[in-house]
C-alpha cells in the first residue's frame, strides 16, 4: 500500500483514511504493507513510533509489539510494526502535496505586511488582531519541519520528490512478497504503476480527490497527466463517492465498470464518557474544520457569518486549520468587521480537534467541490450537529444533516440560525446524527476492499 501521509502529521482526510482502512484490513487479517515518505519527524509522540533504523530499544512511544528494522536499502528505508499484520515503511522521499501550516506569527507578519502597503487601515489591522484567538496550536519544531503558509499548494521540487519515491518503491517491492499493489492519490500514481509493470501484481489507485477538486479550472496539466495515467494503467479504481467515481469517468476517460465506490468512515472519540453538551445562553460556537483552501470554501462560510451576526450576537465563528487562502480570509474578516466574532486558530493536531469539537454547537462544512468528507462524521461522532454543502460526497450518506449548496450564503445563514435558535432542531440533529454515523465502521470499508483484492487476486 503506497500512501504520503499518515497521523498524527496529517494535512488533510487522506491520512485518517489511510489510518482507518489499515487498521480495518489488520482485524480482518489482511497484511499490509504501508510505503510512506518522510515528512513525519522522527520524535512524533503518537501511537506509531517512527524511529531511525540504528535505534533497536524498544520507545516508549511505541505500540505493544512495535518493532523497526532497516531495510534492504540502509540509507533509504525504516520498517515499523504498525499492527498485527500491518508494516509500515518510511523512504527518503519527501511528499507533502499542502504545504500550507500556518501558524499565529506567520498571520501577524502578513497583517503588518498588508497594513505596510497601505492594504490595511490601522482600525482594519486592529480588526484583524482581535481573530487571532487562543494559543499557537503547534510547537516550533512543527514550524521548522512544515513549508510555510507562503509556499504554494505544490511544492517547487514536488514533482522530483514524486519520481523518487517511484523509484524507492519500485526497490523495495523486489524485497517485498505482496499480492495486491493499492496506491492513494496522485502523488502514489507513479509508484504504483512502477511496482506493478516491475512485479506483475494488480493495481488499485485510489482516489481520494483529484486536481479538478484541488483546483477548480486551475488545473495542473502535470498533476493531471499523472492522474490520468494511473487511473487508465490501474487494474481498478476506487472512489471514495459516486461524486467522485463522475469526475473520474468525465474527466480522465475512465471506464465505468473499473470503479468502484467505498466510502470512508470513522473512529469514535476517544473520550468514551463523551455527553451531549445542551445548548445554553453562552456564546455558541460554529465551527469550520479544515484546510483553508479554494476546495474547501471557507469565504462563503465568511459570508454566510456576516448575516448570522447581523440577527444574532451571542455567536463566535470558528476557523481551525491553515492553508493558502488563510490571509485572505484575515483581510476579508477585517473588510467584513468580524474581528469580534471570529477565531483563527491554525493547524491543529488530533487531540485538538477532539477538544474543538468538544466546544462546538455547529459544524459547517461549505466545500466548493469535496470528494467525501471526513469531518462531518467526527462531527457527527462527537455529537455536533452538522450543515453540508450538497457539492459533496458524504452528503450521499448522510440525511440528518442540513445540506446547503456552498454558494447560498442566504439558506446558510438561515440554517446556521434555525440550529442556535431552535434547541430541539440541534437535539435531533445530534441524536439521530450520531446514530446514523455508529453505523458507518472502517471494517465494513475495508471488507469491501478485500472483496476487490481477492476479484482482482482470482483474475490474475
Known amino acids: 500500500m503506497l500512501g504520503w501521509e499518515f497521523p498524527p502529521h496529517i494535512s488533510g482526510g487522506l491520512g485518517t483514511a489511510c489510518y482507518g482502512m489499515t487498521k480495518g484490513l489488520n482485524e480482518l487479517g489482511v497484511e499490509v504493507c504501508f510505503v510512506l515518505p518522510t515528512p513525519v519527524p522522527l520524535d512524533s509522540a503518537a501511537h506509531v513510533s517512527f524511529r531511525t533504523p540504528a535505534d533497536l530499544k524498544p520507545s516508549p512511544a511505541s505500540p505493544p509489539g512495535a518493532s523497526t528494522a532497516r531495510g534492504q536499502d540502509d540509507s533509504s528505508e525504516e520498517v515499523v510494526k504498525l499492527f498485527e499484520h500491518v508494516e509500515l515503511h518510511r523512504l527518503e522521499a519527501y511528499l507533502q502535496a499542502y504545504g500550507t501550516v500556518a501558524t499565529r506569527q506567520s498571520i501577524v507578519d502578513e497583517i503588518r505586511r498588508l497594513q505596510a502597503c497601505g492594504e490595511l487601515s490601522a482600525e482594519q489591522v486592529t480588526e484583524a488582531l482581535s481573530t487571532l484567538g487562543g494559543q499557537p496550536a503547534l510547537a516550533d519544531d512543527d514550524d521548522n519541519f512544515f513549508d510555510s503558509q507562503a509556499q504554494a499548494l505544490y511544492g517547487r521540487d514536488l514533482m522530483f520528490q514524486v519520481r523518487r519515491y517511484e523509484r524507492l518503491a519500485a526497490q523495495l517491492a523486489i524485497h517485498e512478497e505482496f499480492d495486491i499493489v493499492h496506491a492513494h492519490d496522485w502523488m502514489t500514481f507513479p509508484a504504483g504503476l512502477a511496482v506493478a509493470k516491475a512485479t506483475g501484481k494488480p493495481l488499485v489507485?485510489?482516489?481520494?480527490?483529484?486536481?479538478?477538486?484541488?483546483?477548480?479550472?486551475?488545473?495542473n496539466q502535470d498533476v493531471y497527466d499523472i492522474e490520468r495515467a494511473g487511473m487508465q494503467g490501474a487494474d481498478r479504481i476506487v472512489c471514495v463517492s459516486h461524486l467522485t467515481g463522475t469526475i473520474c469517468k468525465r474527466r480522465y476517460g475512465v471506464r465505468p465498470e473499473k470503479i468502484s465506490v467505498v466510502y470512508n468512515?470513522?473512529?469514535?472519540?476517544?473520550?468514551?464518557?463523551?455527553?451531549?453538551?445542551?445548548?445554553?445562553?453562552k456564546e455558541k460556537i460554529v465551527l469550520f474544520l479544515g484546510r483553508v483552501t479554494m476546495q474547501k470554501g471557507p469565504e462563503y462560510f465568511l459570508r454566510a457569518a456576516k448575516k448570522v451576526v447581523g440577527k444574532f450576537k451571542n455567536v463566535r465563528f470558528v476557523i481551525a486549520g491553515s492553508g493558502d487562502?488563510?490571509?485572505?480570509?484575515?483581510?476579508?474578516?477585517?473588510?467584513?468587521?468580524?474581528?469580534r466574532y471570529v477565531t483563527f486558530t491554525g493547524f491543529l493536531r488530533s487531540s485538538d480537534v477532539s477538544r474543538v469539537f468538544g466546544m462546538a454547537d455547529l459544524y459547517v462544512m461549505p466545500s466548493v467541490s469535496e470528494p467525501f468528507g471526513i469531518a462531518p462524521l467526527e462531527a457527527l461522532s462527537h455529537n455536533v450537529p452538522v450543515i453540508i454543502s450538497k457539492q459533496s460526497g458524504v452528503s450521499e450518506i448522510l440525511q440528518h444533516v442540513l445540506k446547503v449548496d456552498f454558494w447560498d450564503v442566504d439558506e446558510m445563514a438561515n440554517k446556521i440560525l434555525a440550529v442556535l435558535r431552535h434547541p430541539p432542531l440541534q437535539r435531533t440533529l445530534r441524536q439521530h446524527g450520531q446514530i446514523e454515523v455508529s453505523k458507518l465502521s472502517w471494517r465494513d470499508s475495508a471488507a469491501e476492499l478485500r472483496d476487490i483484492y481477492t476479484a482482482l487476486t482470482a483474475d490474475a
Open 325 to 339: 487562502m488563510i490571509t485572505q480570509c484575515v483581510k476579508e474578516v477585517a473588510d467584513l468587521r468580524l474581528g
Open 205 to 219: 489507485v485510489h482516489v481520494h480527490s483529484t486536481e479538478f477538486d484541488r483546483a477548480g479550472a486551475n488545473v
Open 265 to 281: 468512515a470513522v473512529e469514535g472519540p476517544n473520550d468514551d464518557k463523551l455527553q451531549m453538551r445542551p445548548i445554553t445562553t
